[in-house]
């Protein structure tokens, strides 16, 4: 399906010669994706990344914010399969983040991108009927979601992905909880 050939010769881009990239890579100004380090990439290896993942008990233990903070968040309401769902998230996320993240290829980070995307999807449902926050709000929670995943996907060294992805963990699920707590 896919030969091995000179990028340049196929996409006219002397920037990527020698790089096998797949289609939506080689159009630069079309797709958003090398910018967003993967984001919308399923198949991610994380390859580029291996410099700065590494087993650290902060970001293990931020993996649990997605069930601490959905428990809180749905439990009161009866939302008991969005509750659920916040518990598989962080299990995914800790068997990709902490338990293999030092295995760029392992199954677990293929599972987590899959987990996370239905995540976004039950918690965007969740926080605009089950709890009621506005659409605007609910939207400002997004866009710092992404640019703190974009923050932690870009990080070089061991310590910013630590903060960074910790960040990423903690600080949108509790976004989604303050409303609830100061009204």
Same mark, same amino acid.
């Given at each position: 399906?896919?030969?091995? =050939?000179?990028? $340049? &010769? *196929?996409?006219?881009?002397?920037?990527? /010669?020698?790089? +096998?990239?797949?289609?939506? =890579?080689?159009?630069?100004? *079309?797709? +958003?994706?090398?910018?967003?380090?993967?984001?919308?990439?399923?198949?991610?290896?994380?390859?580029?990344?291996?410099? %700065?993942?590494?087993?650290?008990?902060?970001?293990?233990? !931020?993996?649990?914010?997605?069930?601490?903070?959905? *428990?809180?968040?749905?439990?009161? #309401? %009866? @939302?008991? &399969?969005?509750?659920?769902?916040?518990?598989?998230?962080?299990? @995914?996320?800790?068997?990709?983040?902490?338990?293999? +993240? /030092? /295995?760029? !290829?392992?199954?677990?980070?293929?599972?987590? #991108?899959?987990?996370?995307?239905?995540?976004?999807?039950?918690?965007?449902?969740?926080?605009?009927? +089950?709890?009621?926050?506005?659409?605007?709000?609910?939207?400002?929670?997004?866009?710092? &979601?992404?640019?703190?995943?974009? %923050?932690? #996907?870009?990080? /070089?060294? #061991? &310590? $910013?992905?630590?903060?960074?992805?910790?960040?990423?963990?903690? *600080?949108?699920?509790?976004?989604?909880?303050?409303?609830?707590?100061?009204?």
């Amino acid at each position: 399906l896919f030969r091995l =050939e000179s990028v $340049q &010769a *196929l996409s006219g881009c002397s920037v990527c /010669e020698g790089t +096998i990239l797949m289609p939506s =890579e080689r159009s630069h100004g *079309l797709s +958003i994706e090398p910018f967003m380090g993967g984001m919308f990439d399923i198949s991610y290896t994380g390859v580029g990344n291996a410099k %700065a993942w590494h087993q650290n008990h902060l970001v293990g233990a !931020s993996c649990f914010s997605y069930a601490s903070f959905g *428990l809180l968040l749905f439990v009161p #309401r %009866a @939302a008991w &399969a969005l509750a659920l769902w916040t518990v598989i998230t962080s299990a @995914a996320s800790f068997w990709a983040d902490y338990v293999h +993240i /030092e /295995e760029p !290829s392992h199954l677990a980070h293929k599972v987590d #991108r899959i987990v996370a995307f239905l995540y976004c999807a039950t918690i965007t449902y969740g926080s605009l009927f +089950i709890v009621n926050l506005s659409v605007g709000y609910c939207t400002f929670v997004l866009v710092f &979601a992404v640019l703190l995943f974009w %923050a932690s #996907r870009k990080s /070089e060294t #061991r &310590a $910013q992905w630590m903060f960074a992805h910790t960040a990423w963990h903690l *600080l949108p699920p509790l976004a989604l909880l303050l409303p609830g707590v100061f009204s």
